[in-house]
Nanobody, 126 residues
């Protein structure tokens, strides 16, 4: 089992950048596909991006392609989300999540992810 803790959220002006971090406990971090999801007020939880166990495969929802970059550091049990050119519609609570079932591909459904962080708020103004 893994415990996930997000950090790095905050208030940023449109066009700005933020970097979210997700720290994972345990010694099996590299065995999990990892993903970032977000939930805007009044909206369903949405897949944002995911990364395979080795980091070689990455998937992004169309709305963030070219602006967001997911990465992981397996040696330090860390997951990151670099967010550039932020837009007001990116405002949401962002969650990191771990999927123990995917071997080599990234799944995009929230119910495939077993472990979740508490979320971190990202607010983009203007």
């Amino acid at each position: 089992q893994v415990q996930l803790v997000e950090s790095g959220g905050g208030l940023v002006q449109a066009g700005g950048s933020l970097r979210l971090s997700c720290a994972a406990s345990g010694r099996t971090f590299s065995s999990y596909t990892m993903g970032w999801f977000r939930r805007a007020p009044g909206k369903w939880r949405e897949f944002v991006t995911g990364i395979s166990r080795s980091g070689a495969r990455q998937e992004y929802t169309d709305s963030v392609k070219g602006r967001f970059t997911i990465s992981r550091d397996n040696a330090n049990n860390m997951l990151y989300l670099q967010m550039n050119s932020l837009k007001a519609e990116d405002t949401a609570v962002y969650y990191c999540a771990a999927d123990p079932g995917s071997t080599w591909y990234v799944r995009t459904r929230d119910y495939d992810y077993t472990y979740w962080g508490q979320g971190t708020q990202v607010t983009v103004s203007s």
